[in-house]
């Protein structure tokens, strides 16, 4: 069973703060994401990984950053939070095969930055 | 205009009704479509596949209409563990790797 875990359910953070959420999977996935989920507006992709210290932006890269220094795990990082980052965070992997587009999410993080 | 769109509902339906759901994508070059399904408070699972012939799966059936770029969702015999929101979407061409998804459709299903 693909297993997703994101280090934290519920995280509130003062504006300007330095924010790390980290994801971590244990399928051998290659490929990992991070999305933000708003009401209205669905699930927009932040960044993304195809493979080990392999990054590209996503739709809504402006205000954070990744790192991916191990296969299973891909980190999320807020610089300088703002409010407007207040928001669901959520993770996802998925195998490089061909034809298979399934990705499977963690729990997701519920961030408040006040 | 957004890539995908969904009506958000909320749809409220009694048990054993018959709800169907529709979503429009605005890329032509669009390869692939599936709908998602996210319980409250949870994260979004794959929920089924959608192809031009049709993909059904019990009470479930998804449509692709390519040439009106549409795709459709259609839930027979509601039952109360339907109640979610449902997510259209679409790989993108040249980003088969990346998902664009729609915000989304709330189903209540109710006694």
């Known amino acids: 069973d693909v297993k997703v875990t994101q280090s934290s359910r519920y995280l509130v953070k003062r504006t300007g703060e330095k924010v790390f959420l980290e994801c971590v999977q244990d399928?051998?996935?290659?490929?990992m994401f991070w999305y933000r989920q708003d009401p209205g507006l669905g699930l927009r992709l932040i960044y993304f990984?195809?493979?080990?210290?392999?990054?590209e932006k996503g739709d809504i890269p402006e205000g954070y950053s990744v790192s991916r220094e191990k296969k299973e795990r891909f980190s999320l990082i807020l610089e300088s939070a703002s409010t407007n980052q207040t928001s669901m965070y959520l993770c996802?992997?998925?195998?490089?095969?061909?034809?298979?587009?399934?990705?499977?999410f963690g729990p997701g993080t519920r961030l408040t930055v006040t | 205009r957004k890539e995908v769109e969904q009506d958000p509902g909320p749809f409220n339906v009694p048990e054993g009704a018959t709800v169907a759901f529709n979503c429009t994508y605005s890329?032509?070059?669009?390869?692939?479509f599936f709908w998602y399904r996210q319980d409250c408070r949870k994260e979004p699972k794959l929920l089924m596949s959608?192809?031009?012939s049709g993909n059904e799966d019990g009470r479930f059936t998804a449509q692709l209409n390519r040439a009106s770029q549409y795709i459709s969702l259609l839930i027979r015999d509601s039952k109360l563990s339907d109640s979610a929101t449902y997510l259209c979407?679409?790989?993108?061409?040249?980003?088969?790797?990346?998902?664009?998804f729609g915000s989304g459709t709330q189903l209540t299903v109710l006694p």
């Open positions: 990984s195809y493979d080990v210290k392999m990054k």
């Open positions: 979407v679409v790989t993108l061409s040249g980003s088969a790797r990346q998902l664009t």
């Open positions: 996802a992997s998925s195998p490089i095969r061909a034809n298979s587009y399934e990705q499977y």
């Open positions: 959608v192809y031009s």
């Open positions: 399928m051998d996935h290659e490929n």
């Open positions: 890329n032509s070059a669009s390869q692939s």
